[in-house]
């Protein structure tokens, strides 16, 4: 059973492959954003935490 790590060549294109190591590497823009993102919606004190536990149509059960 594989560790859940990574993402194979072998079912993902190379736009995915490069996105993907974008969003993983600590000295890129895409990874602070990320992580900017997630920080975010778990602090109260921002829009965005409001915003992701909003209903937005979705059921949640």
Do not use: C, F, W
Request: glycine fraction near 8%; hydrophobic fraction near 15%; charged fraction near 15%.
């Amino acid at each position: 059973m594989s560790k859940g790590k990574g993402v194979s060549g072998n079912t993902h294109t190379q736009s995915q492959l490069n996105n993907y190591a974008k969003q993983n590497n600590p000295n890129n823009s895409a990874n602070r954003a990320n992580a900017n993102n997630h920080s975010n919606q778990l602090n109260p004190n921002n829009s965005a935490y409001h915003q992701s536990r909003s209903d937005n149509g979705k059921s949640g059960k």
